[in-house]
């Protein structure tokens, strides 16, 4: 499995945009990029997922390098309830039901 | 609030006991999962079921064993731990096998005594 590499820690203000780096320089084709989250004492939660081109939802965005060996994931007004462990996960489109958690980026807001 | 519950919130057994995991999913997925997230460590495949039938066990001591009764319904039975088992067992549902998308329980945080 391809694997990922993050900044252990990043801090931002609240209400401030944050750019979240990943790293997957051994990135295969059928790749898919996701980002997962966990905010303290809860399970992961789904964020965003892409292939090739940048994605949009209500929770974020996730911009993807024209070579696909790194994506952000871009918050665009951080509040205090997304302070959280952000993972970035390759997931294989044909034939692979796992995620690989990796140790993930932990976002710290400042009020 | 995902749709995927787990019961107890919380754990503490002695390594002689035996005590079960429970999670119950109300999204009407077909796959589910068991992950352990020890401290500082990142989270760990254990077992997962597509439409009851158990389709990996990632290497795991037989101390733990799953139970998939139904689509909605997964249990982990514990027997003989160790204090190293001490961690948060997270359970997961998605719709198929290979669906984008998993939706976590809140975990359970066991202790072993």
């Known amino acids: 499995d391809a694997k990922t590499t993050q900044p252990n820690s990043m801090e931002s203000n609240e209400e401030e945009p944050v750019h979240l780096p990943c790293n997957h320089s051994?990135?295969?084709?059928?790749?898919?990029i996701h980002w997962y989250r966990q905010l303290p004492s809860q399970g992961p939660e789904y964020v965003i997922h892409?292939?090739?081109s940048n994605v949009n939802n209500r929770m974020a965005s996730l911009a993807i390098a024209e070579d696909r060996k790194s994506s952000t994931l871009i918050l665009h007004r951080a509040t205090l309830r997304d302070a959280a462990v952000y993972y970035c996960?390759?997931?294989?489109?044909?034939?692979?039901?796992?995620?690989?958690f990796g140790s993930g980026t932990r976002l710290l807001v400042r009020p | 609030e995902t749709g995927v519950t787990q019961t107890p919130r919380h754990l503490v057994m002695g390594m002689t006991n035996k005590k079960s995991l429970k999670c119950e999913q109300h999204?009407?997925?077909?796959?589910m999962y068991w992950y352990k997230q020890s401290a500082k460590k990142p989270l760990e495949l254990m077992f997962v079921?597509?439409?009851?039938?158990?389709?990996e066990n990632n290497s795991v001591p037989s101390r733990f064993s799953p139970e998939c009764p139904n689509s909605s319904h997964l249990f982990l039975h514990l027997h003989t731990l160790q204090p190293e088992d001490s961690a948060l067992y997270l359970c997961?549902?998605?719709?198929?096998?290979?669906?984008?998308?998993?939706?976590f329980g809140p975990g359970t945080r066991l202790t072993v005594l």
């Open positions: 051994t990135i295969s084709g059928t790749d898919y």
């Open positions: 996960i390759l997931r294989g489109m044909d034939s692979s039901y796992k995620l690989i």
């Open positions: 079921y597509s439409l009851e039938e158990r389709v």
């Open positions: 997961a549902s998605s719709q198929a096998l290979f669906t984008d998308t998993q939706y």
């Open positions: 999204l009407g997925h077909n796959a």
């Open positions: 892409g292939l090739t």
